[in-house]
């Protein structure tokens, strides 16, 4: 299997429950990333992890928590969402010095919807 | 503020109607600008990046160009699996790696 593969596709989850999406990339790449995509909205960053190290955290409710336990995968894992929380999350990955040799790669995400 | 606009948010074309999408963009310091094709159901997929004025890149029936302000996504003849969203962003001046900023997107449609 090549590219950035996530689980589940689809998710519908309480606002009380607990989930964890997954992503897992299958370029070599060192650097992962969680991208959020909502209805009639630009792609927004959430979190970077470069070698497994998170280097960004874009103001991200801390009902959203990220693992990277190593440079192929990367979790989201979610707890007590609201209803605004419903979007498309979004994985990426890329090489460790980002730019045009190396643009993001993205999975096909995780349609998120929250009751 | 850095931001990305692009224009129009909708595009329908007949087939074989060339047409071009604009994405104008204000950053302290652009560090390339990059274009991306989204089907329906589907994450973003990369087609070009572009690091200064004049730049030029061509895939198939798309081609992009760069200005000191705007890009232009050049599609001719198009066919009906151009359909698609098509998105340009650009990196957040002083950001990490992998930190960009998305425009909304151009959805086209090209009908038979």
């Known amino acids: 299997e090549t590219g950035v593969t996530q689980t589940p596709r689809h998710l519908v989850m309480g606002m009380t429950n607990k989930k964890s999406l997954k992503c897992e990339q299958h370029?070599?790449?060192?650097?992962m990333y969680w991208y959020k995509q909502s209805a009639k909205k630009p792609l927004e960053l959430m979190f970077v992890?470069?070698?497994?190290?998170?280097?960004e955290n874009n103001s991200v409710p801390s009902r959203f928590s990220p693992e990277c336990p190593n440079s192929s995968h990367l979790f989201l894992h979610l707890h007590t969402l609201q209803p605004e929380d419903s979007a498309l999350y979004l994985c990426?990955?890329?090489?460790?010095?980002?730019?045009?040799?190396?643009?993001?790669?993205f999975g096909n995400g995780t349609r998120l919807t929250v009751t | 503020e850095d931001q990305v606009t692009q224009s129009p948010e909708a595009l329908r074309l007949q087939e074989g109607e060339s047409s071009s999408l604009n994405c104008s963009y204000t950053v302290s310091g652009l560090r390339g600008l990059f274009w991306y094709r989204q089907d329906p159901g589907k994450g973003p997929e990369f087609l070009f990046t572009l690091y200064s004025a004049g730049e030029e890149k061509e895939k198939e029936r798309l081609k992009a160009t760069l200005t000191k302000k705007e890009s232009f996504l050049h599609i001719t003849a198009p066919k009906p699996e151009d359909s698609a969203t098509y998105l340009c962003?650009?990196?957040?001046?002083?950001?990490?790696?992998?930190?960009?900023?998305f425009g909304k997107g151009t959805k086209l449609s090209v009908k038979p």
């Open positions: 370029l070599g790449h060192n650097a």
């Open positions: 962003a650009v990196p957040v001046y002083g950001g990490s790696q992998g930190n960009l900023i």
């Open positions: 992890y470069n070698f497994k190290e998170q280097t």
């Open positions: 990426a990955s890329s090489q460790g010095v980002f730019g045009g040799d190396s643009p993001l790669h």
